[in-house]
């Protein structure tokens, strides 16, 4: 679709990031250490540590691309929400209160905590940046998204315009910056989320039967780069030939053509037995290398929509696929155990000053992510039969559905997505500048480094990593966010857990066996994406056809092999090298 900015949008969001610079640049001064630098000090108070979890976690994956899945698809989207909301049972019952005690800085500290062992802490840094990068790709993708219709902008120019943001945040004031804006635009997006929904929920349902909104379309892209949309070149300004938005019902029960105010109960039970227009995509390449997609209007049961099985993802379901019903397994093993596993969450624990604090804020984030999952339900459904979805980008569909209430809306909903994706992205720079500084220079290579010098070093790592992930969110600029985000977190399930829980629990791991669980979960998980079928198509630009037979697994999630792989590996190899180990209370 073209977007055109708005001088509303461009003040809301001109406000929203100045606010944002200026928390850092006011916490920058108080900032030395490199404690206060990695780790807020540990004097966060676990209530706002605990909204912070929520801004941390609830990233441009959650927003964007959980309401666009379930806005393009239906039911599969909340699959996602369900997964990421139970991986905090473990995050909670696990690895809060051990963790604030056996580390200081990184998730490396805790691993390595008994051992003292260099490889454990080369593996544990290295899964750190790994999964830091792969987290931040959706992010990235994001962002680029939101600066189009924001700002008019390309983009490329969105994702550049983040990164030079977060890096401003990061190399500024560190933990206690990204901390407060997480704080701030979780307790913002959860509020306006809330605002949103209400407002779904007042309009009701409503038929459209035109013949305009039930008739197919079709873009097809020339080797140069020009597209025509049904035959008309298309441009990129208003008022020149594009797709149409979509988003209908064609039909509500007892023949009726709209229903006025709902309740949520009311209206999940009329959306059931309605009949709602989900649109299939099909791509054809020819021999002159011109690409033609279509777009084609699938009148779909409401029931059917809030069953799984709509998505492509999940679409085996239905038809009883015992590969389908494997990759779907996956994927929710991998959400379910990949929370506790990431990163940017597990420092957080050490943003506070005790366990206790460390569950308080561990409960706070339950909650507060809790609610605003349910409210993803409606924001998805609401934007599915809104009339506003961009077929070429699902990841718009909140703010666009914001956009129908309002340009105001549109503004502050976009403004508060934008700064999601900085919140998020920082936390994560931030990870993964720790793991550079104190896991691989200060502890594998043994630099010896003051602490001004450790925060240097910090910052230059942060500059780093940011143009990492200015790079990737341009290359994947095409993919789902809330897609992307599946892999990060079975990556850091299957390389970061099985270490985890098992040196918690079991008293004869050794330091060999977490070097090596790590590196097996981290590569065999990393290979398993590459070589899958969702790779050959979405990353490597192979047909569906062409994908199929490439590939080199059944299913394209790793988890439910990789994890447990992970797991053996540490046990077999703990077994094989049994020595010493510090009994220093867990």
Known sequence: MIHNASTLSVIVFAVFVAI??????????????????????????????????????????????????IAFFGYDGFLYSI???????????????????????????????????????????????????????????????????L???????????VGIVVVLIVATAGMVSTTYVQFIKGSLLVLFSGILTVMILNRGLKVDTSELANSPQTMVVKKDGTKFVDGIKHGDKEGEADLRPVGHLSKLPNGKTETGPLGPIEYLATLQNSEVVLWSKKEVTDDNGDKTTTWSPQPTAGAKILRPGNSPLFKGLQKDQLFARLDFISLMLALFCGTASLPHILIRYYTVKDQAAARLSTVVGIGTIGVFYVLTLFLGLGAMTSGTLDLTDSNMAAPLLAKSFGETLFAVISAIAFTTVLGTVSGLIVAASGAVVHDLLSSVLQWEMRDHEKVRVGKIAAVIVGIIAILLGILFKDMNAGFLVGWAFSVAASANLPSLVMLLFWKRTTKQGITAAIFVGLFSSLGWILLSADTFQKVYGYTADQAAKLAQVPFSQPGLVTIPLGFLTLIFVSLMTRGTRNEQPI
Not at 152 to 159: K, R
Request: net charge positive; aromatic share 14%; glycine share 14%.
């Open 83 to 149: 997964g990421f909301l139970a991986g905090w049972v473990v995050a909670l019952f696990v690895v809060a209160e051990p963790l604030k005690r056996l580390g200081k800085y990184t998730f490396a500290d805790a691993l390595n905590s008994q051992f003292q062992s260099r490889g454990i802490t080369l593996a544990a840094g290295i899964s750190t940046l790994v999964v830091s990068v792969f987290y931040l790709i959706p992010q990235m993708v994001g962002a680029g998204s939101l600066i189009k219709p």
């Open 20 to 69: 944002t610079l200026g928390l850092s640049f006011y916490f920058a001064a108080k900032t030395k250490s490199a404690a206060g630098y990695f780790a807020a000090g540990g004097q966060i108070h676990w209530f706002v540590n605990g909204v912070a979890f929520a801004g941390d976690y609830l990233s441009a994956a959650s927003f964007l691309g959980i309401c666009g899945t």
């Open 151 to 161: 700002l008019g902008w390309p983009h490329e120019v969105g994702v550049v315009l």
